[in-house]
Each structure stands twice: as structure tokens, then as C-alpha cells.
């Protein structure tokens, strides 16, 4: 199962920030937090992914609280090509049977004109 | 940089058949994992493989499903028999190391008639 906890769906207007939510209270001192996206059926695109400090990269921006046991993604200027669903992922960054990506059901982000 | 490469895109196959979905990882990524998504429903981890070598294939229903990734050409996730309920999307995805994130291919869709 997956050990995180996302809104169901959210909206954002465009050219708004977008800000979406995951708790990961049981998150374990090794756990980076991923986040990933699935835009209508297509692959999985990485976006980002951070262990305890604040990130960000060409495409948004992740805010992991101090006691790691939530975090925000930031789309600063979100588009409606940012509609999608957003998965928010823990994952221990060691490989073996620890290394594959488990997926909850994310985050349904409808960017609306 | 080419992207992960998945082929067939699509595939109809009638029930009893074999498909064969190829996974070409992205240059210089010796890592691959396959992940199926069902209808309606969210990615499950199927396999990861290295070059020649599965390291996990704790996802991978025990009949009727292979995959191989050998030391030239691409990987394969083999399925035999095929029944109804094995259509659905199937995505490959690769990285350069096992701790690394992983990018994902746009899919096979297979559907059994």
C-alpha cells in the first residue's frame, strides 16, 4: 500500500500557483519523497524529488516541513498542460526490492482557464 | 537523448494468444522496471531488471508472464495466453542506477478480445 495521503482532486486557475498537498507521517529516516505525474494516460513524468531539504528545479518546487512527515509541491504558474495527476511517492533511495515506485491514486489537478 | 522507447504502442491480441511488449531504456540506463496499469486504476510494480539479471519480480503474476532483459537489444515483458484481464497499459521505465529516478516510456496499450 501506498504510505502517502493526497487529496483526491484540486483546482488551480491558470497562471496561479499550484500548490499540492502529501502526507507522509510514517516516512522513515531513508525515504526521499518523489513526485511524479500521468498527464491523460501517458507515461509517468518525473518531476521532482527531495529527502529533507526544499528543491526546486525547472518545473516546480518541493517543500518538505521539518519533521518530514508532510510535503508541498509548488507549480509556480501553472498551465492548463499542467492538468494531470499528480503522484506523491516515498521510496527508500536503495535499490534491490526497495527500489520500485509504489503509486497511490495522486492528486486529480484540473487547471481551468 | 532519446527518451524510453516502448513498442508495439498498441496491440489487440485474441484470447490464447502471446504478446510481447519491448522496452528500450534510455541511453546509457542499465536499469529497467515494468509497471501495469488496469483500467481505471493505478500503476502496479510488475518487475525491475538489470542487464541479464532480475532483481525483483515480486509484482509479476505467477503464470503466464516473463521478462527478460538481455545483454543486447531491448527488454521484454512476455505474456502467454493472454486473457481479458491482462488488458490494460503497460509501461516500461529505466535509470541509470537503481537509487536513481526513473523515466518512463508512453506505453504499450494491449487489449484481448
Known amino acids: 500500500d501506498a504510505k502517502t495521503t493526497q487529496p483526491t482532486s484540486m483546482d488551480c486557475a491558470e497562471g496561479r500557483a499550484a500548490n499540492l498537498p502529501c502526507n507522509h507521517s510514517t516516512i522513515s529516516g531513508n525515504e526521499y519523497v518523489y513526485w511524479y505525474r500521468q498527464i491523460h494516460s501517458q507515461g509517468p513524468q518525473y518531476i521532482i524529488h527531495g529527502l529533507k531539504n526544499n528543491e526546486t528545479n525547472e518545473m516546480a518546487s518541493l517543500i518538505i516541513t521539518e519533521d518530514r512527515k508532510s510535503s508541498t509541491l509548488i507549480l509556480p504558474h501553472a498551465t492548463l498542460r499542467d492538468t494531470a495527476v499528480y503522484y506523491c511517492i516515498v521510496r527508500k533511495n536503495y535499490g534491490g526490492s526497495q527500489g520500485n515506485l509504489i503509486f497511490g491514486k495522486g492528486t486529480k489537478l484540473s487547471v481551468k482557464p | 537523448n532519446a527518451g524510453v522507447m516502448q513498442n508495439p504502442r498498441h496491440l489487440v491480441r485474441r484470447r490464447g494468444q502471446e504478446a510481447r511488449l519491448r522496452c528500450s531504456p534510455m541511453?546509457?540506463?542499465?536499469?529497467v522496471y515494468w509497471y501495469r496499469q488496469l483500467p481505471e486504476e493505478g500503476l502496479k510494480f510488475m518487475v525491475y531488471?538489470?542487464?541479464?539479471?532480475?532483481?525483483?519480480e515480486s509484482g509479476m503474476p505467477k503464470e503466464r508472464f516473463s521478462a527478460e532483459f538481455p545483454k543486447e537489444g531491448p527488454s521484454i515483458l512476455r505474456i502467454q495466453q493472454v486473457v481479458r484481464g491482462d488488458s490494460a497499459a503497460y509501461f516500461c521505465?529505466?535509470?541509470?542506477?537503481?537509487?536513481?529516478?526513473?523515466?518512463f516510456g508512453p506505453g504499450t496499450r494491449l487489449t484481448v478480445t
Open positions: 531488471l538489470q542487464k541479464e539479471n532480475i532483481i525483483d
Open positions: 521505465a529505466s535509470s541509470p542506477q537503481e537509487t536513481y529516478e526513473q523515466y
Open positions: 541511453k546509457g540506463h542499465s536499469h
